[in-house]
């Protein structure tokens, strides 16, 4: 079982450096202008509002949006949801051999990168005050932009470690200040990402207009404060923080799944903060890394088929008339009448998709680039009989030239969205031996969405825990939860260790298919417990840092 949290702590955090090179991304309906400005002087950063927010603005970059959902290596793939075609990415590399240590583990650049970015928040937080031109209601969303932004990249350090060093002041080597801490205890580290967000939210304003749509809000703190507390096992500050976002009354439920994920009907009433993208000023890769291999109607092979969807998640789809997704007396006929979940997010054998249909049977003539089934990733097709459909924008046509030039894909990033918080929300209750209708109500609302039956009352403690996290699975797939879902579950052990499951499907000789579900080429998962529940605080910190000395994660 995962112990308290986490814990770690120590980058190379030099004096401030002498030139700040803000260059800026745009971004659609956003306050990411396109504005760039080079080689500015650090004094001259701090020596007016416009250039302050310019710094703030690129922190905002910072967030880790690509490797979360759409990079070449997504964190879905660390868990068992989905994995990739390609040997050499970290999760099918040293994260599932298991054959790192403390000077090389697949974390150690989040801590490096963690502390990079809590710095920069700490440097707004440090100059705010001397800005000259400053209004009050301005100085108030810099400094709840900058607490929900450090809280946020401390939560990640808490995620990866459990407790670290929490510093609240931009280091320097320059001057006699301390530059080495002690690392804080997890249950420390968690209070302070409480109070920084819970001082975030009130100064954080509803929500932003005009340009500065996209900017942290007071619900963007309490979404983030409330997964916090979830993953800590805090159940009654969870339950009391996700009222505090029902209270604001600002948040609905889409009323299309899918569509939530794609261009036309995102930044919808569901989503709490998101990280936009409009395919043209700034765009990402997402419909060539998890397109199907070749695009059905072109037959062009377009897309990469990389990441791929397993056969451990689609079992998990229930069938619309509430049947299990593994039941076998649906084996024949697998993807008729599941979930609209389902079909909002996977592609499989027989899916239509744009104006044709995708293909992934087996066909062992085949020795070409395709997207049929791939026993060995002999011709680059799928390995577990299924592709994305989620985040994919079908009226875009993959192109690899589109990766290597620019990526063209506009679906925005959801980190937060009330459907997670109905989830947290229901869990913390369940917990506290709390369930009530209300929490019922909420898990339903998300099934009715669905199209499935309604979860009934009068279920046990152990019953409804079940419901919520099968539940919490489909739901959220593929949006970057799952790995730390099963972590703090304490079920990694079980589901990471074997070899992931694809579907082979073969052409009867009288008509129809067979259906056989088989070990995924490269779908080898390992998990080390307890030690793997932490990742080693990197050597290079310990190092570096006496006050760290001893303090190595445990099995480390």
């Keep these: ?86 040997s050499w990415v970290t999760s099918r590399g040293s994260l599932t051999r298991k054959d790192y240590n403390t000077s090389n583990s697949p974390a150690d650049g989040w801590w490096s990168t963690s502390y990079a970015v809590i710095r920069k928040c700490n440097l707004v937080l440090k100059n705010v ?172 092979a377009s897309g990469w088929g990389h990441i791929l969807p397993t056969q451990n998640l689609i079992d998990e789809y229930e069938f619309t008339d509430g049947t299990a997704g593994n039941d076998p007396s649906r084996a024949g006929d697998p993807y008729v009448g599941r979930d609209d979940r389902f079909y909002a997010s996977i592609l499989y054998n027989g899916a239509p998709w744009r104006g044709d249909t995708v293909w992934t049977y087996y066909d062992p003539s085949v020795n070409y680039f395709s997207s049929y089934f791939d026993l060995n990733h002999s011709h680059q097709g799928t390995l577990t009989g299924y592709y994305f459909r989620k985040y994919l924008d079908e009226t875009l046509t993959p192109a690899e030239a589109n990766y290597y030039n620019k990526p063209i894909n506009g679906t925005n990033a959801i980190l937060f969205r009330l459907g997670e918080v109905y989830l947290n929300y229901a869990e913390a209750k369940n917990e506290l031996g709390q369930f009530d209708a209300d929490a019922l109500g909420k898990l339903n609302e998300l099934r009715a969405r669905g199209g499935v039956p309604d979860i009934p009352a009068g279920l046990s403690q152990s019953e409804m825990r079940t419901r919520i996290r099968h539940e919490r699975r489909i739901e959220l797939a593929f949006e970057g939860k799952r790995y730390w879902d099963i972590l703090r579950w304490g079920t990694a052990e079980n589901v990471l260790n074997g070899t992931l499951k694809g579907m082979k499907i073969t052409k009867r000789p009288g008509g129809g298919w067979s259906y056989e579900i088989v070990n995924a080429y490269g779908g080898e998962r390992k998990f080390i417990a307890p030690r793997d529940y932490l990742f080693p605080i990197p050597q290079t910190a310990i190092d570096r840092n006496e006050k760290l000395s001893g303090q190595q994660n445990p099995g480390w």
């Design 1 to 86: 079982m995962r112990n308290n949290i986490f814990e770690r702590f120590y980058i190379n955090i030099g004096a401030a450096t002498v030139m700040l090179m803000l260059i800026l991304s745009s971004c659609k309906k956003s306050f990411l202008e396109p504005e760039v400005k080079n080689n500015i002087l650090e004094t001259d950063v701090w020596s007016s509002y416009q250039n302050a927010n310019l710094f703030l603005n690129n922190i905002y970059v910072d967030l880790p949006v690509n490797f979360l959902l759409f990079d070449v290596d997504p964190f879905d793939n660390w868990s068992d949801n989905q994995f990739p075609t390609f």
């Design 129 to 300: 005050e001397m800005l000259p031109d400053i209004t009050e209601e301005q100085k108030k969303g810099m400094i709840g932009q900058a607490k929900f932004l450090r809280a946020y990249w401390y939560s990640t350090l808490l995620n990866f470690y459990g407790g670290v060093p929490l510093i609240e002041l931009p280091l320097d080597r320059n001057t006699e200040e301390e530059i080495f801490y002690p690392r804080s205890t997890a249950e420390e580290t968690v209070n302070f990402i409480q109070n920084e967000l819970s001082a975030a939210a009130d100064l954080l304003p509803n929500d932003w207009s005009g340009n500065d749509k996209g900017r942290a809000t007071k619900g963007a703190a309490f979404a983030l404060k409330n997964e916090v507390e979830l993953y800590a096992g805090k159940w009654q500050d969870c339950v009391n923080t996700a009222n505090n976002i029902f209270t604001l009354g600002l948040y609905s439920l889409a009323p299309d799944y899918g569509k939530m994920f794609v261009p036309a009907g995102e930044s919808g009433p569901e989503v709490i903060f998101e990280v936009q993208y409009d395919g043209a000023t700034k765009g990402h890769a997402a419909e060539v890394f998890l397109s199907p291999r070749t695009d059905p109607p072109t037959g062009i």
